[in-house]
């Protein structure tokens, strides 16, 4: 698999899309959110680069938009959001545009914090041309149809209705039911087989009739599946803190790009699934 290092500093006009998903971000865990800052400063290096997907799980929990939206601004200036924001609002006033999902942990991100930057929500799926293919884009926990579960609670949590009850209570209330329910879903996932947790053959087939190739994260699991005889599923990885207790911890995720040789037109555009590393200095 070849290194997104690799993209910016050897084809850099060639990388017109880049998808990425489960970052997972929170203040707890710094070393992600400063790679995220490195993707960032790398996409601001890529002179052709059209559009920046973040397909579900960018945060680790979203509690609503309000608990950034009703800051002071002196309480802005110090917030750990704040650099994120000011280097996506570059990004996209450089040309690119930055479309974000929902996932199983940030349903409640709301369009007015996307404002904030120029970014736009897209609702799965959502169908992303490369080349002469139609990819089906969504986050994966859908597929997950045998966690009966899991799917039953994501119906609830994914009504308007239960969403308007949540974003009605305070923030500490909020605070209060997500962390049990980070527990209780902690505790469940502890008990359940590896199957239950990825995606569910049949759902995929079904998911995917209708397109080219299914792209999608949620599972941890980054790889490339053929999904039929001659459609593929690629699944996109988490980022996750390696070497932790080293002097020099690493950030990896395998992402991915849409490239298109440079004197050629769009219908010769490839994906690909690359790695994204990130050395803490």
């Avoid at 110090?78 to 450089?94: D, E, N």
């Avoid at 995929?204 to 790889?223: F, K, N």
Wanted: net charge negative.
């Amino acid at each position: 698999m070849q290194s997104f290092d690799h993209l910016i500093t050897t084809r850099p006009h060639e990388v017109r899309q880049v998808l990425i998903s489960d970052l997972h971000l929170s203040p707890e865990e710094p070393a992600l959110v400063q790679a995220f800052l490195a993707l960032l400063d790398d996409c601001l290096a890529l002179p052709a680069l059209k559009c920046l997907f973040i397909l579900g799980d960018w945060f680790e929990v979203w509690l609503g938009d309000d608990v950034y939206l009703s800051l002071s601004e002196d309480e802005c200036k110090t917030h750990w959001l704040t650099p994120l924001i000011v280097k996506l609002k570059k990004l996209r006033v450089a040309g690119c545009k930055i479309l974000i999902m929902h996932g199983n942990r940030d349903f409640l991100l709301g369009q007015p914090f996307c404002n904030l930057f120029g970014g736009e929500l897209i609702y799965e799926p959502y169908t992303l041309t490369v080349g002469q293919q139609n990819y089906r884009l969504e986050h994966g926990d859908a597929l997950c149809v045998d966690d009966k579960k899991y799917q039953f609670f994501r119906k609830i949590m994914r009504n308007r209705l239960t969403q308007w009850y949540l974003l009605n209570k305070s923030l500490e209330k909020r605070l209060a039911i997500a962390d049990k329910m980070r527990k209780k879903s902690q505790q469940n996932n502890a008990n359940k087989a590896a199957y239950i947790m990825d995606v569910n053959e049949d759902a995929v087939i079904q998911a995917v009739a209708d397109s080219d190739t299914l792209l999608h994260g949620h599972t941890h699991r980054p790889d490339i599946h053929q999904a039929t005889s001659n459609k593929k599923r690629y699944v996109l990885g988490d980022w996750r803190l390696l070497d932790e207790d080293t002097r020099q911890p690493k950030v990896s995720a395998v992402i991915g790009a849409v490239t298109t040789d440079e004197n050629s037109d769009n219908d010769n555009a490839k994906f690909n699934l690359i790695e994204f590393k990130f050395l803490m200095s």
